[in-house]
């Protein structure tokens, strides 16, 4: 299994709402990566995980929390977005120390109404 | 701190014609560099990378990248694009560490004229 499955690929959600966003990989990748890419921008880091551990939080608002419980799930947890939080969503693994590369998921379009 | 600079944000190329995309980096030691590519809406596929050793590296769908440490560049090439190429592409470089942060460039949209 050489895949990042992320799941939904589509996601409409109100400020009011609470949604979770999945992400999972088999290949013993020991880092996770959050990113969120707006329209004809590059990805921006929002968390790193190394080894279950959160290692890097890139000064994302608390709106939007992480979790990885265990070695092949990362979840990011979204309550009372806004508008302008809508975007790709992106997760991505890589072997943790040897900079191989990351490898991406399809991503989660999210759209905040 | 380490950076990416993709010069071009928009190539326009015609099938059949060889195509290079450029990138430039800044890191004080031998980078990890990366292609990537997006077609809209999806997430981003790796091309190719650059660790050490051969600088001129090849990737999948006939891409290759030549490194030059000479000139801090890292550019793309393709002999032939076919109209399936067109996308975004990325470059990018590792920022060594803990976590292997990746740092983008911010794209060059590939358009493929028949």
């Known amino acids: 299994d050489t895949e990042v499955t992320q799941t939904p690929k589509h996601l409409v959600m109100g400020m009011t709402n609470k949604k979770s966003l999945k992400c999972e990989q088999h290949m013993g990748h020991r880092a996770m990566y959050w990113y969120k890419q707006k329209a004809k921008k590059p990805p921006e880091l929002m968390f790193v995980?190394?080894?279950?551990?959160?290692?890097i939080n890139e000064s994302v608002p608390s709106r939007f929390s992480p979790e990885c419980p265990n070695s092949s799930l990362l979840n990011l947890h979204l309550h009372a977005l806004q508008p302008e939080d809508s975007a790709l969503y992106l997760c991505a693994s890589s072997q943790e120390g040897q900079g191989y590369g990351y490898t991406f998921g399809s991503g989660t379009r999210l759209t905040v109404v | 701190a380490q950076s990416v600079t993709q010069p071009d944000i928009h190539i326009t190329v015609s099938e059949g014609a060889s195509l290079e995309l450029r990138c430039n980096y800044s890191y004080g030691a031998t980078p990890y560099l990366f292609w990537y590519v997006q077609s809209p809406g999806q997430g981003l596929q790796l091309l190719l990378k650059?660790?050490?050793?051969?600088?001129l590296v090849q990737g999948i769908k006939g891409f290759e990248a030549e490194f030059k440490r000479s000139q801090s560049s890292f550019n793309l090439r393709k002999p032939s694009v076919h109209w399936s190429d067109a996308a975004e592409y990325f470059c990018a470089v590792v920022e060594r560490g803990a976590t292997n942060k990746l740092i983008f460039g911010t794209g060059t949209l590939l358009a493929v004229q028949p």
């Open positions: 650059y660790f050490s050793g051969d600088t």
């Open positions: 995980y190394s080894y279950e551990k959160l290692s």
